[in-house]
């Protein structure tokens, strides 16, 4: 995981999981990868790292980070590729389709997107990531409730 921390806005995207992130709550080993995740309102962000990656910060907006690292010798370590879609679920069923985009800072690879969230709604995110060279996809579903008052 140490690998994974290389970076500014990725650091600053894990830092906020906090504790739970030792739990292994935003975290999923699938197979050869391990995929990193999570989503928080933007206003969190600070006003300097927003800017550098074109992100608004507001407490009605969220984003979402994702990383895809292939196991090396069963540890996580090598950041790869992937192709990223997702989309989330609020409690109502209503979609928001979510468009990842690839940040390649260093050596860390991540994907980022943004959304509208309302005070204590309930997303439930569902992405299908395919790392590169490989011919299947998998999927990574994790819930989070947004607080912006």
Do not use: W
């Not at 995981?1 to 292994?24: E, K, N, S, V, Y």
């Not at 309102?41 to 550098?52: F, G, H, M």
């Not at 989309?87 to 985009?101: G, S």
């Amino acid at each position: 995981m140490i690998r994974f921390l290389q970076t500014g806005l990725l650091t600053l995207c894990l830092a906020l999981a906090g504790p739970a992130l030792a739990t292994d709550e935003y975290s999923r080993s699938v197979g050869d990868y391990v995929v990193y995740y999570n989503a928080f309102t933007t206003d969190t962000l600070a006003p300097q790292v927003a800017k550098q990656y074109g992100i608004k910060r507001s407490r009605n907006r969220a984003m979402f980070s994702i990383a895809v690292q292939k196991k090396v010798m069963n540890m996580p370590g090598k950041p790869v590729h992937a192709k990223v879609t997702g989309r989330a679920i609020n409690l109502n069923n209503q979609v928001k389709q979510l468009e990842p985009r690839e940040i390649v800072d260093g050596t860390a690879i991540y994907y980022i997107g943004e959304f509208g969230v309302a005070h204590r709604e309930t997303l439930a995110f569902e992405f299908r990531i395919q790392p590169d060279g490989e011919d299947e996809s998998f999927a990574i579903k994790f819930r989070k409730t947004f607080y912006t008052h």
